[in-house]
Every structure is written in structure tokens, then in C-alpha cells.
């Protein structure tokens, strides 16, 4: 197994084709929202989510779904609850849907229950539904890849999928901006190494990175060698970032969040 494999292609060893898809789209959806800091919209698109993977799990477990008007996600998460032990994996019949009821009542009753006066409800519920949500797909690609070839791929997957999310970081088409108030050619060639950690990044793509924020060749490989106390750069020349900087990242990351709150 690569460890560029697909999200879609990781479920369907268990799960099908038609639902995993569905699952994957909506989640991909929820963390673009969540990145434009389109609150309500990335809590919608969790609650599709939840409809889609409690659905894969119904029919893999041999269930045909009712009629989509008479759908309910209770019903489906009191029959996988009351599902025979042993015919189903408990994580299929009560943890993931435990999660999936949480989302779904969080996306059912948007800041119903917030006093907005002190608060913004839907960025606090966004960002809970955004974590449980990577859990649940973290959890369901376990489930489905039990006794896989390539384990060490599937880790790298899950590792991906449960790095924090935060709305300062955009991805379009494979590429990666961030929008902080104050930036520096460093800083981007950091940030570019956590947002894919633990994956490797080629250093003419990390070089790359940078200069598409607008920073000339030469600052972005002058930045690239200020890096070198906190990455590991293997014999290919490709960089993964090391704890140090992780940590230094998520500093940067929390701290421009302060800022950006203050000025609203």
C-alpha cells in the first residue's frame, strides 16, 4: 500500500463503494469549511458526514436501508447498539456511533443551547464536531484495514487525519497557504512541514512552497537552511519536521488565533 493512498480506496476494503465515497466528500467538505472559517456551514457538512458513515456501517453489516424520508440516525444507532455481541465489531456497534450521535446532535441544534452574548457558539462547536469527526474516519479506516500488508501506511494515514485544524490554513488543488498576520519566509517553510507531518516534503517542494507566498529563490533556500535544528532531512533530501518543531508550529499557529480574536 502507498501511503499516498486514497481516503475512498482505504474504506472500501470493508465499507461500500457508493457510502464510502459520500463519507469522504463530506468530510473533505467540512475541513475546507472549517478552514475558510465558514463555522455553521463546516458543522452542516459534519452532520452529512455522520448520515453517510453511519450508513456504510449499516450496510456493511448486511442491513438495507430504509427509504432516504425515512431515515433516521437514531434508529440507525439504537439497531447497531442492539446488533447480537459478536456479530458485529463493538467500535461498528456502540463507539463510533456514541461519536456520530454527539456530532449529529451538535449539527441538529446549532447554538441552541450558547448564550451568544459570551461566546461564538458555532466556532467552538465547529471546531469539537471538526475533531470528532477525524476521529470517527481515523476509526473506521482501523477498522477496515485490520490485518493490512502495510500497517506503517495506515498509521501514517491516521496520523494525518488526527493533526489539529485550524482555519488559518488553506489547501487548494494539493496547495498550502496560511494566513497569518505576520509571516516570514521561515515561518511558511515551517508551517508547510507540520501541515503534512509525518510525511516528508522534497525540499524543491518545500522551496516551492514558499515562494508562493510571494518570498524571492533565495530567501525561500535561506529559510530552508534556518530549519535545520528542528528537522530531519533523510538521504533523499526530503525534510519531516521533529518535535521541536511541531511544537514550534503549533506556538505560531495558537498565537496569531490570539491576535486575530482581538481584533474582531
Excluded at 24 to 49: D, N
Amino acid at each position: 500500500m502507498a501511503p499516498q493512498q486514497s481516503l475512498q480506496t482505504l474504506l472500501r476494503r470493508r465499507f461500500p463503494a457508493n457510502h464510502t465515497d459520500a463519507l469522504v466528500r463530506h468530510f473533505q467538505a467540512m475541513m475546507a469549511k472549517y478552514q475558510e472559517s465558514s463555522w455553521e456551514q463546516a458543522i452542516l457538512k459534519g452532520g452529512k458526514f455522520v448520515e453517510a458513515t453511519l450508513k456504510a456501517i449499516w450496510v456493511s453489516s448486511g442491513k438495507p436501508l430504509p427509504p432516504s424520508r425515512k431515515f433516521k440516525v437514531g434508529t440507525i444507532i439504537t439497531g447497531l447498539a442492539n446488533a447480537p455481541s459478536g456479530t458485529l465489531d463493538d467500535s461498528l456497534r456502540i463507539t463510533i456511533p456514541r461519536a456520530c450521535e454527539f456530532v449529529y446532535d451538535i449539527a441538529s441544534n446549532r447554538g441552541a443551547r450558547h448564550d451568544p452574548a459570551e461566546v461564538d457558539p458555532n466556532e467552538i462547536d465547529a471546531a469539537v464536531v471538526v475533531a470528532t469527526c477525524s476521529w470517527i474516519i481515523a476509526e473506521t479506516i482501523r477498522y477496515s484495514q485490520g490485518g493490512a500488508q502495510d500497517p506503517a501506511s495506515v498509521a501514517t494515514v491516521l496520523s494525518g487525519l488526527s493533526q489539529r485544524r485550524y482555519p488559518q490554513v488553506e489547501e487548494v488543488d494539493g496547495r498550502v497557504y496560511f494566513h497569518l498576520k505576520k509571516i516570514s519566509a521561515r515561518k511558511v517553510a515551517l508551517l508547510s512541514l507540520w501541515h503534512r507531518h509525518p510525511r516528508r516534503i522534497p525540499k524543491a517542494d518545500l522551496i516551492a512552497a514558499i515562494e508562493r507566498h510571494h518570498f524571492s529563490a533565495d530567501n525561500a533556500r535561506l529559510a530552508v537552511k534556518r530549519l535545520a535544528k528542528v528537522v530531519d532531512e533523510d538521504h533523499t533530501g526530503a525534510f519531516r519536521l521533529l518535535q521541536p518543531g511541531l511544537a514550534e508550529a503549533e506556538s505560531l499557529i495558537g498565537t496569531d488565533l490570539k491576535i486575530s480574536r482581538k481584533g474582531r
